[in-house]
């Protein structure tokens, strides 16, 4: 098979390790089914370079923390009877690129291939070898109803349906967000007849099948064969799983699925392509474009078991707290349609359950990390003009979900208190990022409010927004938190969270108090005159560069390019390039913090490009690009924006003309054009707006 262009600049195994924890096995574009290899000692992918494998597995979770999740329906090649495994396999060698994935296994030897399509996945193993001593070498494969990381099983079902298929389910509990059990359903069938086949639990036997906590189906085949294994997976009913398979795999040959799956990816790469005479930087921005696609799970109409939809709905939004910082700006961007879909089945899945969930993760919300992320969503939704995502109805829910007390303010809605103050008092966890946090969505709703001339709502909700301001300490240049009597609170260090386990600081979420006050972008020119003007602002800056980030996390991807406001982009060059080449590295440990759906990725596409959003606006802040040339198709009609830099040229031209501004707005990115970019400091342009 002969992989296309784009896909051949990809690393598969950038990032698996470490903080990364991105996936090294096939999947499409945000699909459900996401087949690779789970090891001992994982990452929360399921994987870890150098660990003995157990098995490979059908669902899986890419770039998180926590602690992991699924690694269900699991597929077990043994070269050996059964009873007479090893605990695990080596792997002795792996590769990897978009659509297929590869491992030579011991003992056996045993070739493993995988490829994908949306709901199901095909699997080949070759066995190498004869019988051994006393006949003990009989390949099998086995299928685990239970596997599971992070987790255990409840239930599970394997049923031989006909001599080739077995079908079931299994399920499950664990995992980061919630521990409510959920059930994967599946339809298996070998391509090959099996000589034998079975399924047990524990010591017990189910020669038709059968139902316990952990069933294991076995099939097994001759010596030196290959066997090819299709399997589809639902959330909703073996009925599915099976269609899905039949659909998808039937009738299609290993290579002409893999095939069809590097095209897959070829055409979602096209679109936003871009070059560079640096091979290095060509693989990172293309490894990233592949990553940003990879999470959440689009189920579409007919793949959500929760409630009866009528709208496109996804799984694993793992979770919006980090994608709304960039990621699904630059979906509103070059997909405008799935994100129009996604604020739609955040809307429905809140009026069937009452609240819009920060992180929507198989029918069940997980914990709110600083407030509801979805009101930005909805007010990027207006501001760029996504016409599907009716304003109206999207600032009814912000307002019933922020005045509504919350019965659970750690799953949805908002600790309670906010609004007489303003902020919320040390008494609750992580009481300065959620005050800031919900400041900022305040402010997103006067803005949703504004646009559609609710002028009173807006500057109620603006007033509310701004009282933040009382917990500004000009001694500490920061916002600090304070008790419910509004003396400061004690322990409070702005440079150093509080505790070892940072995300359970009584003060600030994953980010220490100095990153936590760059947050306020809603706030910047009274962040800029609370530091003494714009050289006190840029002084800050470099302050909080020269000290060290406390970790690479979402909530900070922006501040490298808040020199701009202070009139400084050859300022934020610099630091934008700093951090692509410190955080961003070759490699299988390659990312130094979680890529958390698509916001670690949107740092460097956005660096790579030289234009990045600021969330909750329809700004995008402009830097002479990485890439010798960018070329994506944006908005509905899929108009080219060419973005390229030009070392002769003084300044900026949009269109052939200059170009005043070190920032552009959507709408006039929609429209497509040419931006060229001279040197950063040949510059001579206007910073970005406040509002």
Known sequence: MTPSPRTTL??????????????????????????????????PNGYASGQPLLRFSHTHVSGTGGSGRYANIGVVPSPRRPGLNPFAFQILDETARPGYYRAELSPGPVIAELTSTPHAALHRYTFR????????????????????????????????????????????????????????????????????????????????????????????????????????ISYVSVDQARAHRERELAGRS??????????????????????????????????????????????????????????????????????????????????????????NALLEIADHTGWTPDAWIMGHRGAVQGGCSAFTLFTEARLKGLDGVDPREALDRMLHERNTPSPDPVRTGRHPGYAERGWLPDTVPQCLSRSLEYSFQEENLARLAESLGETDLAREARDLSRKILDLWNPDLKSFAPKT?????????????????????????????????????????????RLHGGPQGFVDHLDRVFEHGFFLWKEIILHVPWLYHFAGRPDLSARRVRQCLDTHYLPGRR???????????????????????????????????????????????????????????????????????????RHQDLLQGGELITGPVETWQVSPPPFH
């Not at 195994?13 to 996936?23: E, K, N, R, T």
């Not at 698509?598 to 990045?612: K, V």
């Open 484 to 528: 419910a009597d509004g003396s400061p609170a004690p322990g409070f260090d702005p440079w150093k969270p509080q505790r070892l386990d940072f995300w359970s600081d009584p003060h600030t979420y994953e980010g220490t108090g100095h990153e936590w006050s760059l947050t306020c972008i809603h706030l910047m020119d009274d962040l800029i």
């Open 129 to 232: 070898g004869g019988p051994g001593p006393f006949g003990l070498d009989k390949p099998h494969i086995a299928l685990e109803t239970g596997a599971v990381l992070c987790g255990e099983a409840l239930d599970g079902e394997a049923v031989w349906a006909d001599p080739q298929t077995c079908e079931g389910l299994g399920t499950l509990r664990g995992g980061w967000g919630h521990d409510e059990p959920f059930t994967i359903y599946f339809s298996a069938r070998f391509r090959q007849c099996p000589e034998h086949r079975n399924a047990i639990a524990g010591t017990d036997s189910f020669p038709e099948g059968g139902r316990a906590r952990n069933i294991t189906a076995i099939a097994g085949f001759p010596c030196n064969t290959t066997v090819e294994l299709e399997v589809g």
């Open 590 to 664: 390659g990312l130094i913090d979680n890529e958390d759906m698509g916001s670690q990725s949107s740092f460097a596409l956005g660096a790579l490009a030289g234009i990045y959003p600021l969330m909750g606006t329809d700004l995008y802040l402009l830097l002479p690009p990485v890439m010798d040339e960018v070329r994506w198709h944006v908005g509905p009609q899929g108009n080219l924006l060419t973005l390229r830099k030009d070392p002769a040229l003084r300044g900026l031209l949009w269109n052939g003309k200059p170009y005043p501004h070190s920032w552009i």
């Open 10 to 43: 990809i690393d598969c195994f950038h990032g698996v390790d470490g903080h990364g924890s991105c996936l090294p096995g096939p999947y499409l574009p945000f699909s459900l089914v996401r087949v690779g290899p789970d090891t001992l000692n994982p990452n």
């Open 254 to 343: 290993f290579q002409e699925v893999a095939d069809a799956a590097a095209s897959i990816w070829e055409r979602q790469l096209a679109p936003l392509a871009a070059d560079s005479a640096d091979p290095a930087v060509e693989q990172l921005y293309h490894t990233m474009l592949y990553r940003f696609f990879c999470m959440p799970d689009d189920l579409g109409l007919e793949e959500c078991p929760w409630f009866p939809n009528r709208r496109r709905q996804f799984n694993n939004l793992y979770c919006l707290w980090d994608s709304v910082r960039n990621a699904n700006s630059f979906l509103a961007l070059w997909e405008p349609e799935f994100q129009t879909d996604l604020c």
